[in-house]
């Protein structure tokens, strides 16, 4: 008995060190990838990829669970007398499969996990992770700090590495032009419509309005993801636009819009759609359990009172029909007809933790709407370019939104301002070739920007619904692009009217939206570079001013006897030994083949 009980405080004894150890391992391999500088932040980010890897095991690697657990509990009791042997047993054998889980390479698939049916809308336009499939996961930043989040990125060459870089671009050698918008998609860009007996005629009484809780949100994309992949622009629902009174609270059918009264030459236009009538299938039927996971619009509750069971009959994307109509017009309004810019939008989607911890870590994950929207988007724009970024991260957190942004989403970013700045195909254009040398592609990394590629490389943010912290980050890291904002004040007049109102989206330019207040010299300790830049300029001010005293310089009888204002500036450099060099200049320069003063 003795010998037994020995035995057995050995054999707990040695797998709770195995247990340790492994766990251990797995903790120290993640800890390595960050940096120290932040203890806290990075400590609570390695729990969070350590609690991923645990769920993504027990997902992916349920059967040896069940048989480990199965084959513990089917031991001789006398082995496992002490329950704690037992739990140290269940302990190693959960840490050397969470281990494993850790170590396998994350480029092996997608890093979207939310649609596991192998019904993927995307066709002809890469995803993020279908571009870069060769390229290694990004390390973590160096710190996770505000000023770094609005420093202007760094050239990538990310998107080169797998790419043909002799294609050759295809608008022949002229001006290329780019309107880039992003998107993040949220719960409300998706309203769903049952069966339900109709109270009226009307054509906004028609639809019963519903959307999913919270936690069921990715089931019921997935539900009309099985369908939609299939329908036409045969299939799409068409409601009129409205437009607000400035007098009244009252909104009215827009004239032009499908409704409104028409001029004789003018044809009556035919109103936008706004989504897609479903076909009456089995996988569309929703039981009474499922209705429970359904919020009914509160006028249309009344109409399911009697109703076991239902069907989705349509599905809605009324931020997407108000914002891209819009969007469209003002870039014709601002080329030419013969000037075709290329139209990207970047349809960024994530998941976050629930709040009720019985509930699916992604359940309500945006990912599989991205895809829907996707669909829809280029079924009316079949020239729009759709790239979808989808984040594993809390969209909750304001820490994980920066190792988000700073990791996905600006790298998908540079590569098209790279490609446009270089004049090199876009990512979207280029062909997958895998015998490109490495000499070749260092080369093109080296290639010099292009001097004016800010003034044909305009970025536009879609202001609509989502988490504050992503909003934020989002619109913090799209700063040094100076974005054009369209800011949707009103987020629900589809929910409640059944209307789409433009009006309901206001248009801000970057200037007026810039609110950033200007900095205290004092307040600089922490940007040496920018501390040395403004010392320059003040020594130069002093410089130029005592230089202007005098009557007899050149500078104010002739440089600038025309505008009489001096313009300073003072370009900091960096050089390769990581010395940063300061250049003067002012605004004076002849132009000796004119013979005319120009400020430069």
Not at 156 to 164: A, G, M
Request: charged share 20%; glycine share 4%; net charge neutral.
């Amino acid at each position: 008995m003795a010998k037994n009980e020995s035995y057995s405080n050995t054999k707990m004894w040695s797998l709770g060190a195995a247990a340790f150890f492994s766990a251990a391992a797995s903790v120290i391999m993640l800890y390595s990838s960050v940096d120290r500088n932040d203890d806290v932040t990075n400590l609570r980010l390695v729990t969070t990829k350590v609690k991923q890897y645990l769920f993504r095991s027990l997902k992916k690697d349920f059967p040896l669970w069940i048989g480990s657990g199965w084959l513990l509990l089917r031991q001789p009791s006398s082995s496992t007398s002490n329950p704690s042997t037992r739990a140290l047993d269940f302990l190693m054998i959960g840490s050397l499969l969470t281990y494993r889980e850790s170590t396998r390479d994350d480029t092996s698939e997608p890093s979207g996990k939310g649609d596991t049916s192998g019904n993927d809308t995307t066709t002809n336009v890469p995803t993020i992770q279908d571009t870069a499939q060769s390229v290694p996961p990004p390390r973590m930043p160096k710190t996770l700090s505000w000023g770094e989040l609005i420093e202007p990125p760094p050239p990538t060459e990310r998107f080169l590495d797998n790419s043909n870089i002799h294609k050759k671009s295809p608008n022949g050698g002229r001006q290329r032009y780019i309107e880039l918008m992003v998107h993040n998609v949220s719960h409300t860009d998706m309203v769903l419509s049952l069966d339900a007996p109709p109270v009226s005629s009307s054509h906004e009484d028609f639809f019963c309005l519903c959307r999913p809780r919270f936690s069921a949100f990715d089931f019921y994309s997935k539900k009309v993801s099985n369908v939609l992949k299939s329908l036409t622009s045969s299939a799409l629902v068409r409601f009129p636009r409205y437009e607000r009174s400035d007098d009244t609270r009252r909104i009215y059918i827009k004239s032009g819009g499908g409704g409104g009264v028409n001029s004789p030459e003018q044809p009556p236009e035919q109103p936008p759609p706004i989504g897609f009538a479903l076909p009456d299938t089995k996988s569309l039927q929703v039981t009474a359990e499922e209705l429970k996971d359904l919020r009914v619009r509160g006028r249309d509750a009344n109409r399911l009172t009697n109703i076991t069971s239902s069907r989705i009959n349509a599905v809605f994307f009324p931020l997407l029909s108000m914002l891209m109509p819009q969007w469209k017009a003002r870039i014709e309004q601002t080329y030419y007809d013969d000037i075709k810019p290329k139209q990207v939008l970047i349809l960024v989607s994530g998941v976050g933790t629930p709040r009720n911890w019985t509930h699916s870590m992604t359940g309500n994950s945006t990912q599989v709407c991205a895809q829907l929207m996707q669909h829809y988007l280029q079924t009316l724009y079949p020239d729009l370019v759709v790239v979808q970024v989808y984040s594993e991260t809390n969209i909750f957190r304001y820490d994980e939104n920066i190792y988000f942004v700073q990791n996905e989403l600006m790298p998908c970013i540079q590569s098209y301002r790279d490609a446009h700045a270089k004049g090199l195909p876009y990512p979207d254009e280029v062909v997958a070739s895998s015998d490109v040398s490495a000499a070749i592609a260092e080369e093109m990394r080296k290639l010099p920007f292009m001097a004016d590629w800010k003034k044909s490389f305009n970025v536009t943010l879609s202001y609509a619904d989502g988490s504050p912290a992503r909003n934020h980050a989002i619109q913090a890291a799209l700063r040094p692009y100076r974005p054009t904002y369209y800011h949707c004040w009103q987020l629900k007049t589809f929910w409640h009217e059944s209307k789409i109102v433009e009006s309901d989206i206001e248009v801000h330019s970057f200037e007026d939206m810039e609110t950033l207040p200007a900095l205290s010299t004092d307040q600089l300790q922490d940007t040496p570079v920018i501390q040395q830049v403004v010392d320059e300029i003040k020594a130069f001010s002093n410089d130029m001013t005592r230089v202007l005293a005098d009557k007899n310089q050149d500078i104010q009888r002739f440089w600038l006897r025309k505008t009489q204002k001096p313009v300073l500036a003072v370009l900091a450099v960096q050089l390769d030994s990581g010395k940063i060099k300061l250049y003067r200049g002012t605004n004076m320069e002849v132009s000796m083949p004119t013979g005319s003063l120009c400020g430069k």
